[in-house]
């Protein structure tokens, strides 16, 4: 059996896309030269790896089984090569991070990121946590930033900073910088983000605790959206402090405090990783920026000295 590193390389980048022509847009290469290579592959193999399903190709379980596999090698190939390179980080690194994280704290790390290793390609996804490990267990993205627990039993999961979710209203509101039990926001009018989120799930659970239910008026993905509404339309939101801190610092919202279930609604940002795959050192090396940029976000870091936050994201990244 001969397996060579090219369709090593198409069979990964077909798997991520689940499409013959959008690999091969990726690869710089013709679509039939694509499809040679994967069935070359399959012919050394002795198996097939996807199912045609319409216009795409879906893994079948010999592809699962295979890909970590394949994934591993190239990128220890990748290391190998960046051995004759020095320091200098090279090759291509996929995001994904749910909406508070990618909307608020990821730009500005990506971008020193970058900013340290230009050589490599960053790009980033935002979408729900939901579909973050979605995406990172079925590894189309190489790490993936959730707010949550991640039940995944394919995932690793890397603590990275304590955050806490915040009820809030315009300025005008009647309940502007009140503090109220659950039981009064009943019959008030809710813009938040829909089933399937991690923060409505975390919202949810922690009000279920004091009231019935809550009266939905508005469902938006978009965090900026749900400030926007609230800003205008009068009914309450309920966000991230880190999304909302701003505004409230320059009045144009302002917090509802409900201490009752406070503690139900603080959570810990996450970062998640496919557990048996390789992640070299581009990786590592994005993991540890992140752990490190803890410190930086305001009233929601965890508080640690330098010593001992040095020594847990060393400990971090031996888990990897």
């Known amino acids: 059996m001969r397996v060579t590193l090219k369709q090593l390389l198409a069979f990964d980048t077909v798997a991520r896309h689940g499409s013959i022509n959008k690999a091969a847009e990726e690869l710089s290469l013709s679509q039939s030269a694509v499809s040679l290579t994967l069935k070359d592959l399959e012919a050394a193999i002795g198996c097939p790896m996807f199912e045609r399903r319409k216009r795409t190709l879906v893994m079948n379980e010999n592809g699962r089984r295979f890909q970590p596999r394949a994934r591993a090698v190239l990128r220890q190939v990748a290391d190998l090569e960046g051995v004759m390179l020095g320091p200098k980080l090279t090759g291509s690194l996929r995001v994904a991070a749910g909406s508070t994280a990618g909307t ?38 190489d790490i993936g930033i959730i707010e949550g627990e991640s039940h995944r039993t394919s995932l690793k999961r890397l603590p990275w900073f304590e955050d806490a979710l915040t009820v809030f209203c315009a300025p005008g509101h009647r309940l502007a910088g009140r503090s109220v039990a659950p039981a009064e926001l009943e019959q008030e009018a809710w813009f938040i983000q829909p089933l399937g989120s991690f923060t409505r799930y975390a919202m949810s659970s922690a009000f279920r605790r004091g009231m019935r239910e809550l009266r939905v008026t508005m469902e938006m993905n978009s965090p900026e959206c749900i400030k926007k509404a609230v800003m205008e339309g009068g009914g309450l939101g309920c966000l991230s402090r880190i999304a909302i801190q701003d505004d409230v610092a320059q009045g144009r919202l302002a917090m509802v405090q409900v201490p009752s279930i406070q503690p139900l609604l603080s959570r810990t940002m996450g970062i998640v990783l496919r557990k048996d795959v390789y992640h070299g050192e581009l990786i590592e090396a994005f993991v540890q920026t992140v752990l490190q940029d803890r410190r930086g976000q305001p009233g929601v870091a965890l508080q640690k000295d330098r010593r001992s936050h040095s020594a847990e994201v060393e400990k971090l990244l031996q888990e990897l």
């Not at 990506?110 to 579909?131: G, I, M, T, Y």
């Open 104 to 141: 608020y704290v990821l730009p500005r790390i990506c971008a020193r990121f970058s900013r340290q290793h230009p050589e490599v390609n960053l790009k980033l996804v935002v979408c729900s946590s939901s579909e973050v490990v979605e995406r990172v267990d079925a590894m189309k993205q």
